[in-house]
């Protein structure tokens, strides 16, 4: 029976690049977005297309009602969840330095960054533990962080809040999972080439190639994080909870 996923922010970027390896590895997966129709996402859609396995469900974390219809949608469908990736993720409107930040740009950052993926994670997280209950196999969690979670950028404070709130919901949903068979995982990407970092593409451009900020002197591809993806959602880890991944080019390396 294939494996049933949840990829939420899975239309484009990181998210797409996902969910288009876990449905090539015969999982049924269903992308979340916030657009009403998905051909508003032309190269997922495509994909979707050609793809009996991709589905996709228009809702937005940060509202509790669309959080409860992604989970009942699938177990509607499917009546499992295996894999649950918590990528939807927002950046600051407007970057402002923090002494300027506004509290409507914090509420939004973290309103889905934040307090959307650990809800829906808390509603994914009990559907899993009934599974369990009922004799079914344990289910997944991968949560995409940031090295924001740990980075200070001072012009976007809320998106590193938010992230590094990201990284302490890891750590208690696989404390508290633990005892059903459930992992947790977290992956922390760097810069990656999306749409998220195509506004800032000459700065991050002479920082890799002129700069030295990365010892892997090159952009991150959303392929390189949909691989870390996989090798947990294939349970090759079973020894490991709480455990993160840093695929950021050797970003987080101290050097002299």
């Known amino acids: 029976m294939a494996r049933v996923a949840i990829v939420t922010g899975g239309t484009r970027g990181i998210g797409f690049g ?38 996709y469900i228009c809702a937005n974390i940060q509202n509790a009602k669309d959080r409860q219809k992604i989970v009942d949608t699938v177990m509607r469908n499917e009546k499992s969840i295996d894999l649950l990736v918590n990528n939807a993720g927002v950046a600051p409107k407007e970057r402002n330095d923090i002494l300027k930040m506004t509290e409507e740009s914090m509420d939004f950052v973290l309103g889905v960054n934040l307090k959307g993926t650990f809800f829906l994670t808390q509603l994914v997280a009990n559907t899993m533990i009934e599974q369990v209950e009922k004799g079914k196999s344990s289910g997944i969690i991968v949560n995409i962080s940031s090295i924001s979670s740990d980075t200070s950028s001072v012009n976007r404070g809320e998106y590193c809040i938010s992230k590094a709130g990201v990284s302490m919901i890891t750590k208690l949903f696989a404390d508290r999972l633990a005892t059903y068979g459930i992992n947790v995982y977290e992956i922390r990407p760097g810069i990656i080439d999306t749409d998220m970092t195509s506004t800032v593409k000459e700065k991050y451009d002479e920082l890799i190639f002129n700069k030295g900020i990365l010892p892997l002197k090159r952009w991150g591809k959303p392929e390189d994080i949909a691989k870390a993806v996989l090798a947990f959602a294939l349970g090759l880890f079973p020894y490991s909870t709480g455990t993160v991944i840093d695929i950021d080019g050797g970003f987080h390396i101290k050097r002299l």
């Open 18 to 55: 996902i969910v288009r390896l876990l449905v090539k590895n015969s999982f049924i997966v269903y992308a979340v977005g916030t657009r009403e129709k998905e051909d508003d996402y032309p190269e997922f859609n495509a994909f979707k297309k050609n793809n009996n396995n991709c589905k």
